[in-house]
Nanobody
Framework: QVQLVESGGGLVQAGGSPRLSCAAS????????MGWFRQAPGKEREFVAV????????YYADSVKGRFTISRDNAKNTVYLQMNSLKPEDTAVYYC??????????????????WGQGTQVTVSY
């Protein structure tokens, strides 16, 4: 059973650049798909970014493209989300997600088998 633990969230001023981490308790195989999603109160969970372990290919939601960067550290079984130029609308609980398979429709949260508890990111004006 793979367990994911997010960290790095908190209160940050607009324009800040925190980095979120997602540590996996078990081994992440090369076939894994790992991504970041976020959810604001009363809103549906939305896709943020994803990375494919096989190729290292990354994909981003239009709302964060150019500002956020997803990366990985194989030795640490950790995926990161570097967040730059934060805006108040980025406020949400950020979740790390993983699946042992290759997810074609990577932006669909329903297709991921493992989830972390989430870390709150609050962006003030």
């Amino acid at each position: 059973q793979v367990q994911l633990v997010e960290s790095g969230g908190g209160l940050v001023q607009a324009g800040g650049s925190p980095r979120l981490s997602c540590a996996a308790s078990g081994r992440i195989f090369s076939s894994y798909t790992m991504g970041w999603f976020r959810q604001a109160p009363g809103k549906e969970r939305e896709f943020v970014a994803v990375i494919r372990w096989t190729t290292g290919s990354t994909y981003y939601a239009d709302s964060v493209k150019g500002r956020f960067t997803i990366s990985r550290d194989n030795a640490k079984n950790t995926v990161y989300l570097q967040m730059n130029s934060l805006k108040p609308e980025d406020t949400a609980v950020y979740y790390c997600a993983a699946d042992p398979g290759y997810i074609t429709y990577y932006s669909s949260y329903r297709l991921y088998g493992y989830w972390g508890q989430g870390t709150q990111v609050t962006v003030s004006y």
